[in-house]
């Protein structure tokens, strides 16, 4: 396979890298993992699988799948001390404050998987970080609304585990209905991996000082907290709150399109993809199915979101700019029809990425020839000069 940008990634070359996992078409609007396109693993495979795919290089057996599931579901758990790390927080904490802390801090329990040098802990480490983040995020949300953490259950499939420890209450078992498990399930495969984006450059510059793993994650969940990048799901959904109704989608284009107006249409537009995002392709069907299934298919945030991206599609500066709706653009209407809040939104897209975070992170350390990341800079201040005196300034 020649080694091909496809797209000028706006870095010199040292921040650019090779990498085998994931190829992004952005003019035809394709993803690949390992060469399967994203369509067909949404629809044909499930998360844990496509984390086996992305970590691994091949699609399972069903042996290695059994294998590798239940090595999952062993690691759900959290040391039980790190469950004094949530009450350290304020209880209004955004919850990904709380998963860039807790994450961080897994170096202080985990330190038989810090040893970056050792394949074997840089794999206990993966296993470990897929395995926990559900366990993080639900407790992170149950800490904001001040329910009892509900801890994870082996008898569940990742998806399911997450929504019950999410939703549970001890008065009332949650009651994990299996099309809405598996809407959460093909949300996390949609979210796993994009090739360098800005987190997982992140995660790679991290890792190349030799960092561990758990810091370099909790890095990561750092750069995708941004509206610009993995924050642009919850900024989307209250972006069409604020719209409200479908008569007043004109106004809010007409202010995407102004450059004195720094509002943009959250969800639109994207460093790579110049054509849909085909992840907002599925992400808008299961939106359908979620919705019917829950009996809000008339919710007003969806008939606002399809109303406008048909009017955004129909004109012309985004015709000409190649803008069209991004993996952000549905994702938080289904999130919210579910019952998540808005605060919760970019946790899920943290956990569905820690996948894509960790296998870049072991292939950039199985490179023999990794140095230290340091982008080049092209100076443009002052040419050198000497100090003034304050009394003479
Ligand atoms: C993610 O990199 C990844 O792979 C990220 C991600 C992943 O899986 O990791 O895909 C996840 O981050 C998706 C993007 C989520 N962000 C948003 O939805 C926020 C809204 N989108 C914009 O902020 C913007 O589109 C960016 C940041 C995503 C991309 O910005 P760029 O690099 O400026 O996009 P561009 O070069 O294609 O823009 C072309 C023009 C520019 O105007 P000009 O300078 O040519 O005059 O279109 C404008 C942009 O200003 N533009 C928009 C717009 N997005 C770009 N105008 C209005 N609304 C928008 N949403």
Redesign the pocket.
């Known amino acids: 396979q020649a080694k091909v940008f496809t797209y000028d990634p706006g870095f010199t070359s040292t921040a650019s890298c090779d990498s085998t996992i994931t190829f992004?078409d952005g003019n035809k609007g394709e993803l690949l993992h390992r060469g399967y396109p994203i369509d067909q693993l949404a629809e044909k495979s499930h998360y844990l699988e496509v984390c086996y795919l992305l970590l691994y290089g091949e699609l399972p057996s069903a042996k290695e799948l059994e294998v590798f599931e239940q090595t999952i579901t062993n690691h759900t758990m959290l040391h039980e001390q790190m469950v004094n790390f949530f009450r350290g927080f304020r209880r209004d904490a955004h919850p990904m404050a709380i998963m860039v802390g807790v994450v961080g801090a897994m170096s202080a329990f985990y330190h038989d998987s810090t040893d970056i040098n050792d394949p074997r802990q840089r794999e206990i480490a993966s296993h470990r970080l897929i395995a926990k983040m559900p366990t993080i995020a639900a407790w992170a949300y149950k800490y904001s609304i001040g329910q009892p953490f509900v801890y994870p259950r082996n008898d569940l499939d990742y998806a399911s585990n997450f929504l019950r420890m999410c939703f549970s209450v001890p008065a009332e078992e949650y009651e994990v209905n299996p099309i809405l498990s598996r809407a959460m399930d093909r949300i996390f495969t949609l979210?796993a991996?994009?090739?360098?984006?800005?987190?997982?450059s992140t995660v790679r510059l991290a890792s190349s000082s030799g960092a561990n793993p758990f810091a370099c994650i909790a890095a990561g969940i750092a750069c995708?907290w941004g509206?610009?990048?993995?924050?642009?799901?919850q900024?989307?959904l209250e972006m069409l709150e604020e719209i409200g109704t479908v008569d007043r989608i004109p106004e809010f284009i007409d202010r995407?399109?102004d450059?004195n107006d720094p509002?943009?249409?959250?969800?639109?537009?994207?460093?790579?993809?110049?054509n849909f995002?085909p992840?907002a392709t599925v992400m808008k069907q299961s939106a359908d199915e979620v919705l019917e299934l829950l009996g809000v298919e008339d919710n007003p945030k969806l008939q606002v979101a399809k109303e406008l991206e048909k009017e955004a599609l129909n004109d012309p500066?985004?015709a000409e700019?190649?803008?069209f709706p991004?993996?952000?653009?549905y994702s938080g209407i289904i999130l919210e029809a579910m019952g998540f809040p808005t605060s919760m939104f970019t946790p899920i897209?943290a956990l569905s990425?820690t996948v894509?975070w960790i296998s870049q992170w072991k292939e950039q350390l199985d490179d023999p020839q990794l140095k230290i990341g340091r982008p080049r800079q092209l100076y443009m201040g002052e040419t050198r000069r000497d100090y003034v005196e304050i009394e003479n300034r």
Not at 193 to 200: G, I, L, V, W
Not at 263 to 271: E, T, Y
């Open positions: 992004i979210h991996d994009h090739e360098q984006n800005a987190s997982t995708l509206p610009a990048h993995g924050g642009a799901n900024a989307c995407a399109k450059k509002f943009r249409l959250m969800g639109f537009g994207h460093r790579v993809y110049k995002d992840r500066y985004f700019k190649k803008l991004n993996v952000d653009f897209f990425r894509g």
